[in-house]
């Protein structure tokens, strides 16, 4: 079993989506599940980060007590709300190390979008169609940096019009794409994704 938490449902079920896609020997070995409770990491520090760690792992442990699971891991979404930078950097080394700590040998993975998980899906320009057929991405945002977009959302809802885009269409959006299989190559370069996706691959899938 491998427990989910994030911001929001939306970001949850977009994690679940590139596991598979990233990891699909994890993936298919395990069942996911979700801690709707809100994440706040990036910002504490000292012993309110470790506390607050502290807190989701034991709530992923009791998670998996109650489905009667086997617990192989945690992975946690957060939006870094900024682009990659010295403060990304920062916040993802030592939310990573008090996970670590915390979990004593659960593996856990931290994903922290930068700047938002938006800036993830403008990787997979080509599965806007597969979602909505008057959807696509504009040339000037394929093959970018995008996690030096500052506003990925926004970004999206402004060239996205017919309906507008909405943060709900984000796991939508994958889903296709994954089913399409156009998640294997990101168009485009996103550090924090590459982090996210180097981490997990260091993940064993249980036996």
């Known amino acids: 079993m491998v427990v989910l938490a994030g911001e929001s449902g939306n970001d949850r079920r ?23 409770d809100q994440v706040r990491l990036r ?25 009667a699971g086997t617990l192989a891991g945690i992975v946690i979404h957060e939006d870094m709300d900024e682009c990659v930078g010295p403060a990304y950097d920062s916040a993802r080394r030592e939310v990573s190390a008090a996970l670590d ?6 593996a856990s993975v931290y994903a922290l979008a930068a700047a938002e998980a938006e800036a993830w899906l403008l990787l997979f320009p080509d599965a806007f169609p597969h979602y909505r ?8 945002y394929r093959e970018r940096d995008t996690g030096r977009r500052r506003t990925p959302k926004e970004d999206l809802m402004s060239v996205l019009r017919n309906p507008v885009f909405r943060e709900s269409d984000g796991p939508e959006v994958l889903s296709r794409a994954l089913t ?4 294997v190559k990101p168009v485009g370069f996103n550090r924090s994704y590459d982090d996210f996706v180097s981490d997990l691959a260091r993940w064993e899938a249980p036996g």
């Open 180 to 183: 399409e299989g156009l998640l």
């Open 101 to 106: 700590r915390e979990s004593e040998g659960i």
């Open 133 to 140: 057929a008057s959807w696509k991405i504009p040339a000037q």
């Open 43 to 67: 910002k504490k520090s000292g012993a309110a980060l470790s506390e607050a760690a502290g807190t989701l792992v034991k709530k992923a442990r009791g998670k998996a007590k109650h489905k």
């Open 14 to 36: 977009i994690l679940a989506t590139l596991i598979r896609a990233a990891h699909p020997r994890l993936a298919s070995s395990v069942t996911f599940v979700e801690i709707t």
